[in-house]
T-cell receptor, first 112, second 112 residues
Framework: AQSVTQPDIHITVSEGASLELRCNYS??????LFWYVQSPGQGLQLLLK??????LVQGIKGFEAEFKRSQSSFNLRKPSVHWSDAAEYFC??????????FGAGTTVTVRA | DAEITQSPRHKITETGRQVTLACHQT?????MFWYRQDLGHGLRLIHY???????NKGEVSDGYSVSRSNTEDLPLTLESAASSQTSVYFC???????????FGSGTRLTVV
Protein backbone atom coordinates (compact mmCIF):
# COMPACT_ATOMS: atom_id res chain seq x y z
CA ALA A 1 0.00 0.00 0.00
CA GLN A 2 1.18 3.51 -0.70
CA SER A 3 1.83 6.10 1.99
CA VAL A 4 3.04 9.67 2.31
CA THR A 5 5.03 11.43 5.03
CA GLN A 6 5.21 15.17 5.40
CA PRO A 7 7.82 15.68 8.13
CA ASP A 8 7.00 19.31 8.85
CA ILE A 9 3.71 20.00 10.58
CA HIS A 10 4.11 23.78 10.57
CA ILE A 11 6.47 26.16 8.77
CA THR A 12 6.74 29.91 9.24
CA VAL A 13 8.36 31.93 6.50
CA SER A 14 8.82 35.63 5.89
CA GLU A 15 7.12 37.24 2.93
CA GLY A 16 9.53 37.28 0.00
CA ALA A 17 11.60 34.40 1.35
CA SER A 18 11.85 31.01 -0.31
CA LEU A 19 9.77 28.05 0.78
CA GLU A 20 10.39 24.32 0.60
CA LEU A 21 7.94 21.71 1.82
CA ARG A 22 9.11 18.14 2.17
CA CYS A 23 7.28 15.04 1.04
CA ASN A 24 8.41 11.42 1.15
CA TYR A 25 6.37 8.62 -0.31
CA SER A 26 6.29 4.87 -0.22
CA UNK A 27 5.05 3.03 -3.29
CA UNK A 28 6.30 -0.05 -5.08
CA UNK A 29 5.89 1.14 -8.65
CA UNK A 30 6.23 4.45 -10.47
CA UNK A 31 4.08 6.79 -8.44
CA UNK A 32 1.59 9.43 -9.40
CA LEU A 33 2.46 12.39 -7.19
CA PHE A 34 0.47 15.49 -6.37
CA TRP A 35 0.57 18.63 -4.28
CA TYR A 36 -2.66 20.24 -3.17
CA VAL A 37 -3.27 23.51 -1.32
CA GLN A 38 -6.13 24.21 1.05
CA SER A 39 -7.00 27.73 2.15
CA PRO A 40 -8.96 28.08 5.39
CA GLY A 41 -12.52 26.84 5.04
CA GLN A 42 -11.97 25.79 1.44
CA GLY A 43 -11.61 22.61 -0.52
CA LEU A 44 -8.35 21.34 -1.96
CA GLN A 45 -6.89 22.81 -5.11
CA LEU A 46 -4.37 20.98 -7.26
CA LEU A 47 -1.03 22.82 -7.45
CA LEU A 48 0.91 20.38 -9.60
CA LYS A 49 1.38 16.74 -10.44
CA UNK A 50 3.99 14.28 -11.67
CA UNK A 51 3.69 10.85 -13.23
CA UNK A 52 6.36 10.72 -15.91
CA UNK A 53 8.83 12.78 -17.90
CA UNK A 54 10.79 15.76 -16.62
CA UNK A 55 11.35 15.34 -12.89
CA LEU A 56 11.02 19.09 -12.26
CA VAL A 57 7.40 20.09 -12.67
CA GLN A 58 5.88 23.53 -12.69
CA GLY A 59 2.54 24.30 -11.18
CA ILE A 60 0.17 27.14 -10.56
CA LYS A 61 0.85 30.13 -8.31
CA GLY A 62 4.61 29.97 -9.02
CA PHE A 63 5.18 26.60 -7.32
CA GLU A 64 7.43 23.83 -8.56
CA ALA A 65 8.30 20.36 -7.32
CA GLU A 66 11.09 17.92 -8.01
CA PHE A 67 10.69 14.15 -8.12
CA LYS A 68 13.72 12.26 -6.82
CA ARG A 69 13.25 8.54 -7.17
CA SER A 70 16.44 7.67 -5.27
CA GLN A 71 15.18 9.59 -2.23
CA SER A 72 11.47 8.75 -2.66
CA SER A 73 10.80 12.45 -2.39
CA PHE A 74 8.64 15.04 -4.09
CA ASN A 75 9.45 18.35 -2.44
CA LEU A 76 7.52 21.52 -3.19
CA ARG A 77 9.28 24.86 -3.61
CA LYS A 78 8.52 28.49 -4.24
CA PRO A 79 11.28 31.07 -4.70
CA SER A 80 9.45 34.00 -3.11
CA VAL A 81 6.32 33.58 -1.00
CA HIS A 82 3.43 35.98 -0.84
CA TRP A 83 1.09 36.51 2.10
CA SER A 84 -1.61 34.74 0.09
CA ASP A 85 0.44 31.52 0.17
CA ALA A 86 -0.47 31.03 3.82
CA ALA A 87 -2.45 27.78 3.72
CA GLU A 88 -2.21 24.06 4.35
CA TYR A 89 -0.37 21.96 1.82
CA PHE A 90 -0.92 18.28 1.18
CA CYS A 91 1.25 15.86 -0.71
CA UNK A 92 -0.47 12.81 -2.18
CA UNK A 93 0.53 9.62 -3.97
CA UNK A 94 -1.77 7.80 -6.36
CA UNK A 95 -1.83 4.31 -7.77
CA UNK A 96 -3.40 2.59 -10.75
CA UNK A 97 -6.56 1.89 -8.76
CA UNK A 98 -7.31 5.65 -8.82
CA UNK A 99 -6.98 6.05 -5.04
CA UNK A 100 -4.92 8.83 -3.55
CA UNK A 101 -3.18 8.61 -0.18
CA PHE A 102 -2.50 11.94 1.50
CA GLY A 103 0.09 13.12 3.95
CA ALA A 104 -0.95 14.77 7.20
CA GLY A 105 -0.32 18.20 5.73
CA THR A 106 2.00 21.14 6.39
CA THR A 107 0.61 24.45 7.58
CA VAL A 108 2.44 27.47 6.19
CA THR A 109 2.34 30.78 8.01
CA VAL A 110 3.66 33.86 6.24
CA ARG A 111 4.90 36.75 8.39
CA ALA A 112 5.21 40.28 7.11
CA ASP B 1 -18.80 25.01 -16.10
CA ALA B 2 -18.53 21.54 -14.63
CA GLU B 3 -18.36 21.38 -10.87
CA ILE B 4 -18.63 19.20 -7.81
CA THR B 5 -20.92 20.37 -5.05
CA GLN B 6 -21.46 19.17 -1.51
CA SER B 7 -24.39 19.84 0.75
CA PRO B 8 -24.94 20.91 3.38
CA ARG B 9 -21.84 23.01 4.11
CA HIS B 10 -22.40 22.69 7.83
CA LYS B 11 -24.43 20.17 9.82
CA ILE B 12 -25.01 19.60 13.51
CA THR B 13 -26.65 16.34 14.49
CA GLU B 14 -27.22 14.28 17.58
CA THR B 15 -25.57 11.02 18.52
CA GLY B 16 -27.43 8.04 17.12
CA ARG B 17 -29.15 9.85 14.26
CA GLN B 18 -28.77 8.84 10.64
CA VAL B 19 -27.19 11.55 8.51
CA THR B 20 -26.69 11.76 4.76
CA LEU B 21 -24.19 14.06 3.11
CA ALA B 22 -24.73 14.83 -0.56
CA CYS B 23 -22.14 14.97 -3.34
CA HIS B 24 -23.05 15.88 -6.91
CA GLN B 25 -20.65 16.27 -9.83
CA THR B 26 -21.24 17.39 -13.39
CA UNK B 27 -17.81 16.36 -14.71
CA UNK B 28 -19.21 13.01 -15.86
CA UNK B 29 -16.41 11.29 -13.95
CA UNK B 30 -16.81 7.60 -13.25
CA UNK B 31 -14.61 7.67 -10.15
CA MET B 32 -15.87 9.28 -6.96
CA PHE B 33 -14.43 9.33 -3.44
CA TRP B 34 -15.29 10.35 0.11
CA TYR B 35 -12.60 11.45 2.54
CA ARG B 36 -12.66 12.76 6.05
CA GLN B 37 -10.19 15.36 7.25
CA ASP B 38 -9.01 15.45 10.83
CA LEU B 39 -6.20 17.40 12.42
CA GLY B 40 -2.97 15.44 12.32
CA HIS B 41 -4.36 12.79 9.99
CA GLY B 42 -4.68 14.58 6.71
CA LEU B 43 -7.38 13.04 4.51
CA ARG B 44 -8.46 9.46 5.00
CA LEU B 45 -10.48 7.49 2.48
CA ILE B 46 -13.93 6.39 3.62
CA HIS B 47 -15.57 4.92 0.50
CA TYR B 48 -15.15 5.12 -3.22
CA UNK B 49 -16.91 4.15 -6.43
CA UNK B 50 -15.69 3.37 -9.93
CA UNK B 51 -19.10 3.69 -11.53
CA UNK B 52 -22.84 3.12 -11.24
CA UNK B 53 -23.73 0.33 -8.81
CA UNK B 54 -20.08 0.01 -7.73
CA UNK B 55 -19.00 0.87 -4.17
CA ASN B 56 -15.88 -0.01 -2.19
CA LYS B 57 -14.66 0.43 1.36
CA GLY B 58 -11.73 2.63 2.19
CA GLU B 59 -9.49 2.64 5.22
CA VAL B 60 -12.03 4.18 7.64
CA SER B 61 -15.36 2.84 6.41
CA ASP B 62 -16.86 1.58 9.69
CA GLY B 63 -20.14 3.37 10.42
CA TYR B 64 -20.47 4.77 6.89
CA SER B 65 -22.15 3.63 3.69
CA VAL B 66 -22.53 4.93 0.14
CA SER B 67 -24.67 4.14 -2.86
CA ARG B 68 -24.19 4.95 -6.53
CA SER B 69 -27.39 4.91 -8.57
CA ASN B 70 -26.17 7.33 -11.26
CA THR B 71 -22.92 8.86 -12.47
CA GLU B 72 -23.45 12.26 -10.85
CA ASP B 73 -24.15 11.42 -7.20
CA LEU B 74 -22.42 9.59 -4.36
CA PRO B 75 -24.26 10.27 -1.08
CA LEU B 76 -22.50 9.35 2.15
CA THR B 77 -24.64 8.01 4.99
CA LEU B 78 -23.69 7.80 8.62
CA GLU B 79 -25.84 4.98 9.90
CA SER B 80 -25.84 6.04 13.56
CA ALA B 81 -23.79 9.18 14.12
CA ALA B 82 -21.11 9.07 16.80
CA SER B 83 -19.00 11.87 18.29
CA SER B 84 -15.93 10.30 16.69
CA GLN B 85 -17.46 11.12 13.32
CA THR B 86 -17.25 14.86 13.96
CA SER B 87 -15.05 15.92 11.07
CA VAL B 88 -14.84 17.73 7.76
CA TYR B 89 -15.93 15.54 4.88
CA PHE B 90 -14.72 15.98 1.32
CA CYS B 91 -16.08 14.46 -1.82
CA UNK B 92 -13.88 14.18 -4.92
CA UNK B 93 -14.15 12.89 -8.45
CA UNK B 94 -11.59 11.85 -11.03
CA UNK B 95 -11.40 10.88 -14.67
CA UNK B 96 -8.08 9.06 -14.30
CA UNK B 97 -5.41 8.84 -11.63
CA UNK B 98 -2.90 10.91 -13.57
CA UNK B 99 -5.35 13.84 -13.59
CA UNK B 100 -5.69 13.92 -9.82
CA UNK B 101 -8.93 14.72 -8.09
CA UNK B 102 -11.39 17.56 -8.25
CA PHE B 103 -12.67 18.30 -4.75
CA GLY B 104 -15.89 19.70 -3.40
CA SER B 105 -15.86 22.48 -0.81
CA GLY B 106 -16.49 20.13 2.08
CA THR B 107 -19.12 19.53 4.74
CA ARG B 108 -18.34 20.28 8.35
CA LEU B 109 -20.25 17.78 10.48
CA THR B 110 -20.58 18.09 14.23
CA VAL B 111 -22.09 15.24 16.24
CA VAL B 112 -23.27 16.28 19.71
Amino acid sequence: AQSVTQPDIHITVSEGASLELRCNYSYGATPYLFWYVQSPGQGLQLLLKYFSGDTLVQGIKGFEAEFKRSQSSFNLRKPSVHWSDAAEYFCAVGSNDYKLSFGAGTTVTVRA
Amino acid sequence: DAEITQSPRHKITETGRQVTLACHQTWNHNNMFWYRQDLGHGLRLIHYSYGVQDTNKGEVSDGYSVSRSNTEDLPLTLESAASSQTSVYFCASSEAVNYGYTFGSGTRLTVV
